[in-house]
């Protein structure tokens, strides 16, 4: 058996004597070892899978220490390529300036804010990148310097927010698309809300008007204050209210409308005000439409019953001058059975009038007549067909229509009209609305007939005159309606075509009338209508119309 030295026991005692010990210090803190390596896988896992991208930087060696695996998932890079690499491959320029700025510079590095965000990238592999919110910690660890960036994706928040952005400016511009005005107002009836047409009808910027009290912006909502505090309150579901303002343009007619507004947070409510003039207008001339059609209706029931004694009265006025005629066998003999000369009863009519005033009374019959029956078929006519017509015999009926309702045929005074007739016999048939024509001619006979009666500069002892003339024009037939009347200034003629522009006062008129003439000539007929005015010098309408008539064998037109 060989002999052990004594090296060789002191060295068996040594390392038994640490075994024992290694021994004694693991059965002593293998627990508390086990606890906190436990900790720090749970840690390391919460880091791996956390949702932000978590980078720490080694400021000494200036590069990635250590990197969790979502970095890795949004930068596409593996662990490998990352570890010991330098922040400019993730992070652009500007962000590593700033990483650069904090480590080096104390009056930075005090001054960031522990809570401070920057909008940087992550520059990913390919080329591309993430918009990211990053935010900088500092650290000292076994004496060497760390930076712990956390970098959070924000493309979807940022999609969100240009989505929001897209929503309220599309909000945005329907609200300033509308030709209302449109105002919001808080529950201390400020306003929050002032569109762009309120800024046109106003002249109000919205910066200047957001949150100031709503009346103080629009004094004429005063009257509606009850109605819009009441809104406010809850007290009342809004309302709608018409109101009327007389300015420079006339008289212009408003609708507001109120109606509450409510979120979790606020309340107040929105005020909408839309002109109705045109609206209003419409409606009156709808009234006066079908007073017009009832008045129609009316007229030619009237004209029908006219007609009956109107025809007994012609009758008897012929029969009247048969029986004074001395083309009558019958009359000389009844005469002689009397004993009284047949010439004698003749000399005694002469002398006393009677058969001029029977030769009138049948004249004024036959004309009335006529204005009967030119009334009767104007009512009857729909307006719409064209045929080949005598545009002189249409002129002859609106003329004979126009002035039945006006004394324009007293010889004497200055308060008479004189109407001259230069129509032309030659102008050929056209075609054309009869009922239409008329109505037109009508329309502007009745205007110069007006504007001569109430002229308030018409000279003593001037009659008034309107001159209707009717003439070829090459591939035209001319139509002009002139009067002596008192005319109109430029700015009247630029909106005398204009619908519901009148001249006349409230309730006189629609200020349809040349409106619709100049629609029936130049839209229904394809002709052109011209104004010639000045002030003083009366006015003259000149009318168009194609010179045509093509008419089938059948007699259809086209």
Not at 137 to 166: I, K, N, P, S, T
Not at 476 to 483: A, G, K, S, T
């Amino acid at each position: 058996m060989k002999r052990r030295s004594k090296t060789d026991n002191n060295e068996n005692v040594r390392n038994k004597l640490i075994g024992l010990g290694e021994n004694s210090m693991r059965k002593s803190y293998y627990p508390e070892l086990r606890e906190r390596i436990n900790e720090l896988e749970r840690f390391r896992a919460l880091v791996e899978h956390a949702n932000d991208a978590l980078f720490v930087l080694d400021a000494f060696s200036w590069s990635f220490a250590d990197i969790n695996k979502t970095a890795l998932n949004k930068t596409g890079y593996s662990r490998e390529e990352l570890l010991d690499s330098p922040p400019e491959l993730v992070f652009p320029e500007d962000t590593c300036f700033l990483l650069h700025e904090v480590l080096i510079d104390d009056e930075v590095y005090s001054s960031w804010d522990r809570e401070d965000v920057s909008t940087t990238e992550l520059l990913c592999r390919g080329g591309s990148s993430i918009p990211v919110e990053m935010t900088l910690r500092v650290h000292f660890v076994g004496g060497r310097l760390y930076l712990v960036m956390v970098a959070r994706d924000v493309r979807r928040r940022l999609a969100d927010q240009r989505e929001l952005r897209r929503t309220r400016n599309y909000l945005a511009n329907v609200i300033d698309s509308m030709q209302s005005i449109l105002v919001g107002v808080d529950e201390k009836a400020n306003v929050v809300l002032w569109n762009a047409f309120a800024v046109k009808e106003t002249g109000i910027p919205a910066e200047e008007a957001e949150g100031r009290f709503v009346f103080k912006m629009m004094p004429e909502l005063r009257r509606f204050e009850s109605l819009i505090s009441e809104t406010i309150k809850g007290s009342q579901v809004g309302g709608t209210e018409i109101f009327h303002v007389d300015s420079g343009r006339g008289t212009v007619f408003f609708e507001i409308v109120v109606f509450p507004f409510k979120s979790e947070e606020e309340s107040g409510a929105v005020i909408r005000i839309d002109d109705i003039t045109a609206r209003t207008r419409m409606e009156e001339v709808m009234v006066q439409t079908e007073k017009m059609m009832t008045v129609g209706g009316l007229a030619a029931g009237m004209a029908h019953e006219i007609n009956n004694p109107l025809g007994g009265i012609l009758q008897g006025v012929q029969n009247i001058q048969r029986r004074i005629s001395s083309d009558l066998n019958k009359n000389l003999k009844v005469a002689e059975e009397l004993g009284i000369p047949f010439e004698k009863i003749m000399q005694y009519c002469e002398k006393r009038g009677i058969v001029q005033k029977l030769e009138s009374v049948r004249q004024m019959g036959e004309r009335s007549a006529r204005i009967v029956s030119n009334m009767l078929q104007f009512s009857r006519q729909s307006g719409g067909e064209k045929v080949c017509s005598n545009i002189g015999k249409v002129v002859e009926t609106a003329i004979e229509l126009s002035f039945s309702g006006y004394d324009i045929y007293r010889n004497s005074g200055d308060k008479g009209v004189e109407i001259i007739r230069e129509l032309d016999d030659s102008v050929n048939d056209i075609l054309c609305s009869p009922s239409e024509i008329e109505q037109v001619l009508i329309n502007l006979i009745k205007n110069s007939v007006q504007a001569i009666y109430t002229a308030a500069d018409n000279p003593e002892g001037r009659r008034g005159v309107i001159a209707v003339r009717l003439r070829p024009d090459g591939d035209f037939v001319r139509l002009e309606i002139e009067d002596n009347g008192p005319g109109m200034d430029q700015d009247t003629r630029r909106k005398a075509l204009e619908p519901f522009f009148t001249t006349k006062p409230a309730g006189e008129g629609t200020g349809l009338g040349l409106f619709v003439s100049y629609f029936i000539i130049t839209q229904k007929h394809g002709g052109t209508f011209d104004i010639e005015t000045a002030p003083g010098k009366g006015m003259k309408v000149i009318i168009r119309l194609p010179a045509v008539c093509n008419c089938s064998s059948q007699g259809e037109c086209s």
